[in-house]
């Protein structure tokens, strides 16, 4: 079969690998019929996550058709079309009796920091991702979702991580009714957020970025006051200004490690690796919240150590908040969301390319190259 | 140091001021702490039962009952990870040498390549063709400058090397004896 294959930082290649075959007899066999590239996958595809083993297959983001499953599978069955979260979840554990699928206890044996995630690095589970034309899915009782009649696959492949990923950040900014949000980063992690939080009653929603493409795009979207970092001095003394001088009640890092704006951060965390990541965003946001305020923490950081201002996050009294996303927790909600025509995920999809030029694709999304925001790709066994 | 209390409820006040609203989790988390479950450490069975090997964290009892079985540890990276897994991820050992282990693999990676009579690509791997196509002046400022730098270091090594060859004659080396500059790298 066809998969994408990570041959060292900023290689990767479309290559013919073995099928997957059923490990357990809850796996699944999905055929992919759309499959995306993830900010997240950045972290990766730049060689920033430890034990990314050469040869690995990226892809979190994916739907498709079931080919196979194993003889303890009851909830999905042969030809089912389904979406499948990103995380790995056994639904028995611990914490999955929790609702927190993201943490999952059994599916991770090489880390207990962070549950397992399709084709995202062995430190995450050691599991082959979704940009190939198949995939094993394991725990296909809990994970894989049957895509309800009418639902276009391009929404889909989105609720299985970013609009999740969005929602989840604004639910753990803990947003009240007139809040003022802002949110860092205007990603499609961000996007969603910022249109996210309206949902939860925010008042007034703020995004900060570089890429001038993006915050326009997120400012028609969402909608929502956008200004570009670049141009604006100092961003939390901008903040601070436009706030009355109090500050965001609610803050969200949509942004993560391969964050830009602060020369220091970028050096130490992206170049030298001195930290797990720039956390230029991350700082921003504890020292852009208003005292007593939350921030709510999406962006991917590494499993190291970062340089934040902690001390501030104490003296303001701040709430912070993060977590993998609970997928499975949030797809009922969000599925009606979709279906009503409340959210409209397939907007910010602006590129569509066969499987073949995965090279091309992480290029130009990770170069921000021909105005991209989100790409998706078709295996050329999609239409089987 | 001996530990011995065996009933926390017999503590003076001890719940006073429990309030289950206090929880920045809900309504995300259905919360439970351990004594609340009635089996902490329940999991599916079976267990998945595989040859390949398998890293795991030495903060966990056990493998779980699934696991990933691609690319498994080979090789001088493969005894790099090895290593790394004998510390917890609390640990710089056990991350850093994972990040080296990931370099060599590159190096791997291509040495692979080339013992299956096959020269990667590296230009199209890194997508260059769409650099050229939607951001060309950048990328071939960038490509200049990285083949400036890379001249520079050229030069100012092998500079470097004619030096140290030029010191070697004054002090009298000759061919046939073997002295300290033959057997430590200079």
Known sequence: MLAMEYRGPKRVRAVQKPMPEIKHPQDAIVRVTRTCICGSDL?????????TRVGSTFGHEFVGVVEEVGPDVTKIKVGDQVLVPFNVACGECHFCKQNMFGNCHESNSMATAVGAIFGYS???GGFDGGQAEYARVPYANVGPTVIPAGMDPDDAVLLTDVVPTGYQAAEMAGIQQGDTVLVFGAGPVGIMAARCAWLFGAGRVIVLDN???RLEFVRDYAPCEVYNFDEIGDPVLFIKKITDWMGADCVIDAVGAEASGDPMQTITGRKLLLQAGSATALHWAINSA???GVVSVVG???PTDNLVPIGNMMNKGLTMRGNQTSVKRLLPRLIDHVMNGTLNPKAIITHRIPLEEVADGYRMFSAK???CIKTVMI????NK | MENTIKDYKQIKGWGVDADPKNDPTYPMRNRMNVSQDPDSHSHPTPMQHDDTEVLKSNERPRVTAVYGTTVPPSGLSGMIRRFAFRYSENEYRHWLPLLVADRVNVVEGILEDFSKGTIPNIFAEKGYAVEWKHNRTAFVTKMAAIAAVTAGVVILLSSDSKKNKGSRKIKGYKKGY?????THAL
């Not at chain 1, 295996?379 to 999609?382: D, G, L, Q, R």
């Open chain 1, 300 to 302: 991917v950081y590494g």
């Open chain 1, 43 to 51: 972290h990766l595809y730049n060689g920033n996550v430890p034990d």
């Open chain 1, 369 to 371: 190259l021909d105005n």
């Open chain 1, 211 to 213: 890429v001038d493409y």
């Open chain 1, 122 to 124: 062995h430190t995450a």
């Open chain 1, 379 to 382: 295996p050329p066994s999609a």
């Open chain 1, 290 to 292: 208003k005292k007593g």
């Open chain 2, 178 to 182: 073997r002295g300290y500059a033959d």
